[in-house]
Nanobody, 114 residues
Framework: QVQLVESGGGLVQPGGSLRLSCAAS????????ANWYRQAPGKQRELVAL???????NYADSVKGRFTISRDDALRELYLQMTDLKPEDTAVYYC????????WGQGTQVTVSS
């Protein structure tokens, strides 16, 4: 069973930045690629960013130009650099991976508020 542990969430003012990390217990990101999802209160979970095994990336329109997904295969870590944060970015953020995207972390809360 693969374990994913997110960290880096917190409270930030609008316009601020945060860097989320996701540590994996196995070498999954290099094999399967990975995704960042988020879920705001009362809303469905949505895909924010993805990175494939060969480093292709794609982003939700709402975060393009502000968020950057990356990974360090040697460390088995996945990252989401978030800049120019807006109140609507407030959500629990999850990393996800697997042959069928079956592995999920526990989530990390990001709150953007003044």
């Amino acid at each position: 069973q693969v374990q994913l542990v997110e960290s880096g969430g917190g409270l930030v003012q609008p316009g601020g930045s945060l860097r989320l990390s996701c540590a994996a217990s196995a070498e999954v990101f290099a094999i399967y690629g990975a995704n960042w999802y988020r879920q705001a209160p009362g809303k469905q979970r949505e895909l924010v960013a993805l990175i494939t095994s060969d480093y292709y990336t794609n982003y939700a329109d709402s975060v393009k130009g502000r968020f950057t997904i990356s990974r360090d295969d040697a460390l088995r870590e996945l990252y989401l650099q978030m800049t120019d944060l807006k109140p609507e970015d407030t959500a629990v953020y999850y990393c996800n991976t697997g042959s069928e995207d079956q592995y999920w972390g526990q989530g990390t809360q990001v709150t953007v508020s003044s």
